[in-house]
């Protein structure tokens, strides 16, 4: 009977620990995602216009309102739509996107996501598809009735790529684009947090993620891709650590129809550019076949100096300023 006792005790004490380290392998395994990672907001004011900038203002059903700008050209050959990644900043950004409006004779249009800027309201993944929408009905006066291209950078690839699949457009390009938020294994985020447990990491590969926030049912580019029937080109850096170029590959190889890939060796997830290198030479090749004319890549490039709002523009490797500034801020991405 001693022994029976003895037995039950230890078996007893056996299975608590085993429950109690079996709880902390299970919470340990788990790794929680908080919707406020995703973004980076920044706050800023509305800049006044100026003769080649419009602002934009979306009202949005909940109150809200989106704000963001147009770079106007005098006789452009399209439009771009541009959402930008989780850190973007349409005033940040001014001096890049200028340099496409003037790189490709085009208008280029910018509206800053909720939180940012002097976007009203907080920033959720929820609302990006549906905000694409209204940005592109809501501006289609600015845009008149020349071809909309839409470009999406990394987290921005979830609206431009819904835009894409539910307006007609001439073309959308893809920069480091996502493919789902279920595709974790794809990530070199399963990589050990500090002061994880000692008996977990044999098992890193195997941790679990949970998110608190709400993704639209089919709403990922993995899902929205296969409904665009405008022609794609997709970049993505081969050395990309934010969001692996498998991401990329697998965006494109869903993509139906007429899709170009280019994967850049070396580059990282901030480092692609539509100014200059092969990323340029591409899209406008890319935008030259998708407009059936000649594109002309090595247009007058216009800067902006944030600051004094002074317009630069480089013609034939000149330089000529509208104003003079001692206060030059550069883009932040």
């Known amino acids: ?33 908080e919707e406020k990672y995703l973004f980076q907001p ?106 909309n291209f839409v470009i999406g950078f990394s987290i921005g690839s979830i609206p431009a790529t819904y835009l894409a699949a539910h307006r007609p457009i001439e073309g959308l390009v893809l920069l480091a684009p996502i493919s789902s938020f279920a595709d974790e294994d794809m990530y070199p985020r399963k990589q050990l947090r500090a002061g994880e447990p000692w008996y977990i990491r044999p098992f890193a590969s195997f941790l679990k993620v949970e998110r608190d926030y709400e993704i639209p049912e089919g709403s990922e580019p993995v899902y929205q891709i296969t409904q665009v029937s405008a022609p794609l080109l997709l970049i993505h850096g081969e050395a990309d650590v934010a969001v692996p170029a498998l991401c990329g590959k697998k965006v494109y190889e869903l993509a139906p129809g007429n899709k170009s890939l280019l994967l850049i ?59 003079e500034s001692e206060n030059d801020e550069h883009d932040e991405h």
């Not at 002074?310 to 104003?323: M, R, V």
Request: charged share 20%; glycine share 10%; with cysteine.
């Open 42 to 147: 920044q706050r800023t004011t509305a800049r006044p216009e100026m003769w080649n900038r419009r602002n934009i203002e979306v009202p949005l059903p909940d109150g809200n309102t989106l704000r963001g700008f147009a770079i106007l050209r005098p006789d452009p050959v399209a439009n771009i739509l541009y959402f930008g990644g989780a850190s973007e900043l349409s005033q940040a950004a001014t001096n890049r996107i200028m340099g496409w409006a003037g790189r490709y004779n085009v208008n280029v249009i910018f509206v800053d996501y909720r939180g940012y800027g002097a976007s009203s309201g907080l920033p959720a993944i929820k609302h990006l598809p549906g905000d694409a929408l209204r940005v592109f009905d809501a501006t289609s006066e600015t845009r008149g009735e020349i071809p």
């Open 265 to 323: 060796p070396g580059l990282g997830h901030d480092d692609l550019s539509l100014i200059d290198g092969s990323g340029a030479d591409t899209f406008t090749a890319f935008m030259a076949d998708c407009l059936g004319i000649e594109i002309d890549g090595s247009l007058e490039v216009i800067t902006e100096v944030i600051g004094e709002y002074i317009i630069y523009e480089l013609i034939d490797g000149t330089s000529n300023s509208s104003e």
């Open 1 to 33: 009977m001693k022994l029976l006792f003895a037995f039950l005790t230890i078996a007893a004490i056996l299975s608590a620990s085993c429950t109690k380290v079996s709880n902390k392998f299970n919470a340990a395994r788990t790794r929680r995602v």
